[in-house]
């Protein structure tokens, strides 16, 4: 899986030292006691995930010398992890990155209008950020809940079933503090049929 097209593999600066989190160098103590000693080095998943989560949801330069010094490894190997998983963001996104899939069954299913409604909604074209920072919209590949589309992914969370009205209520409660129901916007069980 490639990055997501239009955010660049090239990393950029946030111009300050990254440092471990007390809470962060705990669960590195504990993600590395998983693998055996001279295997350190493929605990650089769960670490780059680990800095996203504590960079503001992105991957910068410096979260990239962190991971590399505290595995022992070359920068050029974190770097190339980093840029091969659509999961690190490799530029700043906002504070909810949306994930729009476009992929047939999806398309076949509307997620062009859930593509214009997001557009309007956000004031965001895809691959930009929104002016106070609350929405990325990018277009991805299949998200793999084909059967439940159109969907989207929003940070850790997946929205099936959508339309246009669905889709502005979640967005809206989004920007309103209110939560939302994640999966299924139509009730539908799992990946049951319709
Ligand atoms: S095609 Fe959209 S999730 Fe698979």
């Known amino acids: 899986m ?3 097209p239009g ?5 950029s600066s946030s111009g300050e030292k990254f440092e471990w989190s007390k809470e962060s160098l705990k669960s590195i103590k504990m993600i590395i006691s998983r ?3 001279d295997r350190h080095q493929s605990a650089v998943m769960p670490l780059l995930y680990l800095a996203q989560e504590q960079n503001n949801n992105w991957i910068s330069i410096e979260c990239i010398e962190k991971i590399a010094e505290t595995l022992n490894m070359p920068k050029i190997r974190v770097t190339e ?7 690190y963001n490799t530029r ?3 504070k909810n990155l949306v ?3 476009r992929t047939s069954p999806c398309w076949l299913r509307g997620s062009n209008k859930i593509t214009n409604t997001i557009c309007k909604e956000t004031k965001c074209d895809i691959n930009e950020t929104s002016e106070d920072n609350l929405f990325t919209v990018v277009e991805v590949e299949c998200l793999g809940a084909c059967s439940n589309g159109p969907m ?3 940070n850790n969370d997946f929205y099936e079933d959508l ?5 502005k209520t979640i967005l809206d409660n989004i920007k309103n503090n209110r939560p939302n129901k994640i999966g299924s916007q139509k009730g539908r069980r799992s990946s049951e049929n319709a």
Do not use: R, W
């Open 81 to 87: 992890v980093a840029s091969f998983y659509s999961m």
């Open 99 to 101: 994930q729009i899939c």
């Open 2 to 4: 490639s990055n997501h």
């Open 35 to 37: 693998y055996p000693k």
């Open 92 to 94: 700043p996104v906002g």
């Open 152 to 154: 989207i992914q929003i």
């Open 163 to 167: 339309d246009e009205e669905s889709t």
């Open 7 to 11: 955010l660049s593999n090239t990393f």
